[in-house]
Structure formats: structure tokens, C-alpha cells
């Protein structure tokens, strides 16, 4: 009996094993999540994880609250040197690190929530958002917009880039 039990349960870990990985996936294709900056107990800035720019996504900047005192802002930059690479390029990778690896330019615009002006940044540590006290919108700009040069010869595939940011207390 034990031994037709375990035969049994080989059989089904093979036919397991044999059904494409895509029958098991789940019908959900993206994802978001935010991450919270807490600097100190002055103020919390929120910026997204990460974001699809396949339908013209844009990165907004919000703030949780912000108790820094009058006179006094808390500004967002985007770190040009752990960002940009050759003179001040953004690129978006498909297979980074691989032998197969293929590279995009991207061009990254700033400008403010809702409105049609979008202005191109690259090479530098440029501000993207600037919170005054009591403010939990964004004073200046708050908004990225991502816009990749894609020709007829870019390679199909799902490709990704990092920005880091900068997010200091000034005043």
C-alpha cells in the first residue's frame, strides 16, 4: 500500500512538473507599490516604486506631511551620478549583465501634476519636487514622465532602468 501511495504521488509531481509555467501564473501582469521616505519626524515624502510607461505613466511626488518650519523645504533631485551614464544618458535595459544585453535611451521629463508643459532633464542632479511647510503638494514641479526612443530595430522585450534620488531638508 505504501509503495502505490508514493507512485502515485510521483506521478502527479511529474505531471506538475511537465504543465507550463504560464497555466500557473496568476491573470495580473503589474503591480505597484510605494515606498515611504521617513527622514525624520518633519516629514514623509512618498514616491512610487515603480511604474509602466508602456501606456504614458508618470511618477508623481507626494508628501505625508510636512512640519520643517517656515522658510524651510524639503527637496526631491534626481542623483545624476548614479543615474545617468555616458555624458548624461538614461537607459532602459533588457537583460542587463548578459551577454544578450540591449540598451535604450530614454528620455526622462519633469513638470507638474495635471498640465500639458513637460520639460527634458539628464546629466545632473535636478530637482523634481520641492515641498514647502504645511504643504503636501508639491510646490514645484512633482511629476516625471518617461518618454524611450524606440526605432524599427529596437529588439521586442521587456526592458528596465533605476533612478535614484536625492531628498534633503534646505533652508
Given at each position: ?65 510636512v512640519n520643517i518650519g517656515s522658510g524651510k523645504k524639503v527637496n526631491v533631485t534626481v542623483d545624476g ?18 551577454v544578450d544585453e540591449k540598451r535604450i535611451t530614454c528620455t526622462i521629463l519633469r513638470g507638474i501634476p ?25 510646490k514645484a514641479y512633482g511629476a516625471l514622465k518617461f518618454n524611450p526612443e524606440v526605432t524599427s530595430d ?18
Amino acid at each position: 500500500m505504501k509503495k502505490r501511495i508514493l507512485s502515485i504521488l510521483l506521478a502527479a509531481a511529474l505531471v506538475c512538473g511537465m504543465m507550463p509555467m504560464e497555466a500557473l501564473a496568476t491573470s495580473q501582469t503589474s503591480g505597484s507599490m510605494v515606498v515611504y521616505y521617513n527622514y525624520s519626524s518633519e516629514y514623509t515624502i512618498n514616491i512610487p516604486s515603480s511604474i509602466s510607461i508602456n501606456n504614458g505613466g508618470t511618477v508623481t511626488f507626494s508628501a505625508e506631511k510636512v512640519n520643517i518650519g517656515s522658510g524651510k523645504k524639503v527637496n526631491v533631485t534626481v542623483d545624476g551620478d548614479k543615474t545617468y551614464e555616458n555624458g548624461g544618458n538614461f537607459y532602459l535595459y533588457n537583460n542587463k549583465g548578459m551577454v544578450d544585453e540591449k540598451r535604450i535611451t530614454c528620455t526622462i521629463l519633469r513638470g507638474i501634476p495635471n498640465y500639458i508643459t513637460w520639460e527634458p532633464i539628464n546629466g545632473l542632479s535636478t530637482l523634481v519636487a520641492s515641498f514647502e511647510d504645511g504643504n503636501t503638494s508639491p510646490k514645484a514641479y512633482g511629476a516625471l514622465k518617461f518618454n524611450p526612443e524606440v526605432t524599427s530595430d529596437t529588439p521586442y522585450g521587456t526592458y528596465t532602468g533605476t533612478i535614484y534620488f536625492k531628498i534633503e531638508l534646505v533652508g
